[in-house]
């Protein structure tokens, strides 16, 4: 992933910050095309259920591992979240939340698909 984005951006600092970007935008788009696009729900699952083994078994999102790995900062898509929440952004911290939201993602889509 790294590679095909410095392709786009040679800079590495300026790759990660637009993969980033890219991350953010993909994450709302889920979470909206779940909420209001009902025919995409089974489809979301059967992409999402893989994603989160890969976020486990590699502790940490592979998206997020090639973010920080271009710009070299600790930041990450759940930063702002868990700084409105009060929540230091640790990666201990960052772990569990990720694993209790999708968690609560993948409850939350069954339940949708399944009544």
Do not use: W
Request: net charge positive; proline share 8%.
């Amino acid at each position: 992933m790294e590679h095909f984005m410095l392709m786009m951006e040679p800079d590495p600092r300026k790759a990660g910050y637009l993969l980033y970007r890219i991350h953010c935008v993909l994450v709302v788009l889920l979470v909206l095309s779940t909420i209001f696009i009902h025919k995409l729900r089974p489809y979301i699952l059967i992409f999402y259920i893989p994603f989160f083994y890969l976020h486990v078994h590699n502790n940490g999102c592979p998206i997020t591992k090639a973010e920080r790995k271009l710009h070299n900062e600790d930041l990450t898509v759940l930063d702002p979240v868990l700084s409105l929440m009060g929540i230091p952004p640790t990666n201990k911290n960052r772990n569990l939340f990720q694993i209790f939201v999708s968690t609560l993602f993948v409850l939350l889509l069954v339940f949708m698909l399944f009544p």
